[in-house]
């Protein structure tokens, strides 16, 4: 098929406050257009207050084969959170 | 860890009056504003809210990452691989906490470069709690416990501060600092149930860090002028003497369950108030580490300019990197 839109990822924030939160996307032909097909497809039912179009070709994504290496050994470093240190229960506001 | 909010560089760089601007978007401004709305980088805003915020967050960004140094002092001397392995971990925190800040920074118009070169330049400020030495082991402790947790008093509120990605970048934080203040804690608490000798560094690092994290707090609210116009536009939730009295008032029971003793001959429970009485921090000495005579000060400038110039030829390479695979992929 010749001719077919660039697609677009698109983000909304749902109120101020909020960050951008990616909600899925939208073929269009350019940044303008894809705001507006997007305000159509994605915010009828007042989601948001500002929408963000990023071309999904713009996108540089990790490799799902890598999700081991990248994430897993965060895994036996227990140590990065609170709940590792003992601290006695009279000990208060820590 | 945290901002202090000090002014930098000449008294001319209070916030300015706001005459210029459309009063019709400024009064529109303040009401979103004092009515705990989020503002958002495209929505408009007063330049002296810019202004201030860019201060701010930068100085807040600086403190992390020159926070970095007085722990990463003691990276190589750890007592034992438990301990070195959470002291990286807390110090790469302090790396992303700085970063986040950072970006924040960066939604308003500033870039890393510019406030980059302002803290080597020395125009930009940090807190002052960076500029005193890490002597012994118990400092890395006592600085998790005293430092964070003055930290964590600051940046809580701050989750609720009216910039949106300064709030989020809080969020973040936060939820982060938790485990720095804990492992610091516990880590005081394994000095002070050790030897006699064990327990005389603890309070010799309490001893020294008590005064200079009361003082991270700022100066006096009556030696405070920007925090009247930070409060009312939500950049800042409480005054510097409400919050250094909230951490007096959490801190000493926590010494006392370890059997240290605050160095403040003039602490004393007020049952009146509901809080402690306390002495007052020698104000002289915190505006002179303002101005840069902090005991180590020169040592962190010169540590911080020298990882920038060793770092050039990363950069250089990473750049040079990017553009011949650039180059190959359009070939």
Request: with cysteine.
């Amino acid at each position: 098929m010749d001719g077919e839109f660039p697609l677009w990822e698109v983000f909304v924030r749902a109120k101020n406050g909020l960050a951008h939160r990616h909600v899925g996307s939208i073929h269009a032909a350019d940044a303008k257009m894809a705001i507006d097909g997007a305000r159509d497809v994605y915010t009828r039912r007042m989601e948001g207050v500002s929408l963000w179009v990023v071309p999904s070709a713009q996108i540089t994504a990790s490799d799902p084969g890598d999700a081991g290496k990248l994430f897993e050994p965060a895994a036996d470093k227990v140590y990065r959170h609170p709940t590792f240190y003992v601290v006695p229960d009279n000990i208060k506001h820590i | 860890m945290y901002v202090q909010d000090v002014k930098q560089g000449a008294t001319n760089d209070r916030p300015k009056p706001m005459a210029v601007e459309d009063p019709s978007r400024l009064a529109a401004f303040e009401a979103r504003v004092a009515a705990d709305e989020f503002i958002e980088p495209k929505d408009w805003m007063p330049e002296a809210y810019r202004k201030t915020l860019v201060r701010q967050i930068s100085q807040h960004a600086h403190s992390e990452i020159v926070g970095m140094l007085p722990e990463g002092n003691w990276i190589s001397r750890a007592p034992s691989l438990r301990r070195k392995a959470i002291l990286l971990a807390k110090v790469q925190d302090e790396a992303g906490h700085g970063l986040y800040l950072y970006c924040a920074a960066e939604t308003l118009g500033t870039s890393r470069d510019e406030m980059t070169a302002a803290l080597l330049a020395g125009k930009a400020k940090y807190s002052t709690i960076f500029n005193y030495p890490t002597l012994t082991w118990a400092d890395i402790g006592t600085i998790g416990w005293l430092v964070d947790g003055a930290a964590i008093m600051n940046q809580v509120p701050l989750q609720r501060t009216s910039y949106g990605p300064y709030a989020r970048a809080m969020v973040r934080v936060c939820k982060e600092e938790s485990f720095h203040q804990r492992q610091g804690y516990e880590a005081v608490m394994a000095l002070a149930a050790g030897t006699a000798e064990q327990k005389a560094m603890a309070q010799d690092a309490l001893n020294r860090w008590w005064w200079p994290s009361l003082m991270m707090f700022g100066p006096p609210d009556d030696q405070s002028p920007n925090t009247a116009q930070s409060m009312r536009w939500r950049i800042k939730r409480d005054t510097n003497d409400e919050l250094r009295q909230k951490f007096v008032d959490v801190t000493v029971p926590q010494a006392e369950a370890i059997g240290l003793t605050i160095p403040d001959p003039d602490l004393v429970w007020n049952e009146e108030k509901g809080g402690y009485d306390f002495g007052t921090p020698d104000w002289d000495e915190f505006f002179a580490v303002v101005r840069g005579e902090g005991p180590v000060a020169m040592e962190r400038m010169e540590a911080r300019r020298k990882a920038w110039d060793d770092g050039a030829w990363v950069r250089d390479a990473a750049m040079a990197h990017a553009e011949k695979q650039s180059q190959r992929i359009a070939a």
